[in-house]
């Protein structure tokens, strides 16, 4: 198409200087990955609790969660993350939401991107803890509370052992879109690899060969996060159920 | 506290429905163009022919591995040149429109293509057997026998990608086209009133999404009944 490459590019000095092109993909890499796994950490604790509730007996608890559910999964995550970004330090106390203001920008960025992503993942994940409990045979619950456990205590040690277990699978998929949710950030300014490519467009005009490398190393983050659940799934396999060798 | 102020939204609604209309083109067009494409690379996929099979996994595994933001700007540097060059389209046509429409189309083909590669596994094998015996082709049986069944399995899944990908619309603001919620943001920001705008926004899109999942839900129960 008439491109002149240049792959050399990512070699050449920014002109803020003290980095390479290189280096700036690296460290949107970095806060892409710390972002997701961040996210992740409280989306996986959250949405288990949310799991939890969801099946728990009454009308109020489960109720919460599935509006929880409902309210998180039904808006885009474009608008809850400028939801957190613009509008949340608007709705707080006015003294907070010009500390808020005041701060870094890139830790109000980080920040609201990491709340955003926490809370919506953690919707996705209440589901599929939802329905692995619900796959559990009903036999198990009565069970633990026969021998005289409390639910908080059949839940600990006897549900969600086996639960999160069987649904590490579907639990892996959620893991790989919580990295490619994390591209939303670079809407609000946070220089994620998404941003980084677009900032080496404006800079070098190199083009295809900051969107490749970008790409690429989006590939290599499916493939690491893809090889490391295979041997959590491996590990964490249930004797006797569906999957297990 | 903050004070609200929702005057700025009666006199942007027709900007807001302009907007609207920009999100169903985009949802529309990727979920026919989704559909379409979808099943001839789940067939691919499932073909016994490998020189078939192998490239419709690529297809899929590729853009199922990037993030649809990273899409959308490919197809933002990318279509603007392959039309000028194959089709000699002025500068006046809207680009932003037109590549929208191809990312999200060939995106989603790739998360169609697993649903309905896994409606048509849903079939049970006996009825392709039974096509072949009854001497339909291969591709006959498919057609005739195995697909009509998939597509009614897979019917509330299709429908329940399509809200998914009604919301991801809201993506095109990477290249600064002007879909529903677009065109809420410029408002908002015009007016210095972006709370405001920022949740009714929201609103929107919820009452819409879990009206239509709502529908899917009483369309699931029939299906399965």
């Known amino acids: 198409m008439g491109t002149a490459w240049n792959w050399g590019v990512f070699l050449q000095e920014t002109p803020s200087g003290g980095a390479t092109y290189l280096g700036w993909l690296l460290t949107g890499l970095g806060w892409t990955v710390g972002l997701s796994l961040a996210a992740w950490a409280v989306a996986l604790l959250l949405g288990t609790a949310l799991g939890v509730l969801r099946t728990v007996p009454g009308r109020l608890r489960p109720g919460l969660a599935a509006a929880y559910v409902e309210a998180f999964r039904n808006v885009p995550l474009l608008v809850q993350l400028f939801a957190w970004y613009f509008v949340l330090p608007e709705l707080l106390p006015r003294a907070w939401g010009d500390a808020i203001k005041r701060s870094d920008p890139l830790l109000q960025q980080f920040l609201a991107a990491w709340l955003c992503l926490s809370l919506f993942t953690a919707a996705r994940v209440c ?119 | 506290m903050y004070e609200f102020d929702w005057s700025s939204i009666p006199g942007a609604l027709p900007t807001l429905a302009r907007g609207l209309l920009v999100t169903l083109q985009v949802t529309l067009v990727a979920v026919a163009v989704g559909i379409a494409w979808g099943t001839a690379l789940a067939v691919a996929r499932l073909s016994p022919q490998a020189w078939l099979r192998w490239p419709a996994a690529a297809y899929v595994n590729l853009f199922r591995s990037v993030p649809l933001v990273m899409v959308i700007l490919w197809f933002y540097l990318v279509v603007p040149q392959l039309l000028r060059r194959f089709l000699g389209v002025s500068s006046a046509t809207d680009i932003r429109m037109v590549s929208a429409l191809a990312a999200f189309a060939l995106f989603e083909s790739a998360y169609y293509a697993e649903i309905i590669r896994a409606g048509i596994q849903s079939v049970p094998k006996g009825q392709l057997d039974a096509a072949l015996a009854l001497g339909l082709t291969p591709a006959q049986a498919m057609r005739r026998v195995v697909l009509p069944q998939a597509f009614r399995n897979m019917l509330p899944l299709l429908l329940t990608q399509a809200i998914i990908l009604f919301q991801d619309t809201s993506l095109v603001y990477v290249i600064g086209l002007a879909d529903f919620f677009g065109a809420a943001y410029k408002v908002g920001d015009r007016d ?34």
Do not use: C, H, W
Request: aromatic share 8%.
């Open chain 1, 127 to 245: 589901e599929q803890v939802r329905a692995g409990l619900g796959a559990l045979p009903p036999g198990q619950l009565q069970a633990a509370l026969a021998l005289g456990l409390t639910r908080f205590q059949a839940y600990r040690r006897v549900l969600l052992p086996m639960a999160l277990r069987l649904v590490v699978p579907p639990l892996t998929s959620e893991f790989l879109n919580v990295f490619k949710n994390s591209a939303v950030a670079s809407t609000i300014g946070l220089v994620e690899l998404s941003r980084q490519s677009q900032q080496l467009v404006d800079y070098t005009a190199q083009a295809y060969e900051a969107f490749i490398a970008v790409t690429l190393l989006y590939l290599l983050v499916n493939v690491a996060v893809m090889l490391l659940m295979r041997r959590v799934e491996a590990r964490a396999r249930v004797p006797g159920f569906i999957g297990a060798r």
């Open chain 2, 192 to 225: 210095g009133r972006l709370v405001e705008l920022v949740l009714f926004a929201g609103l929107v899109y919820f009452l819409a999404s879990l009206a239509a999942s709502a529908l899917v839900r009483r369309l699931r129960r029939r299906v399965t009944a």
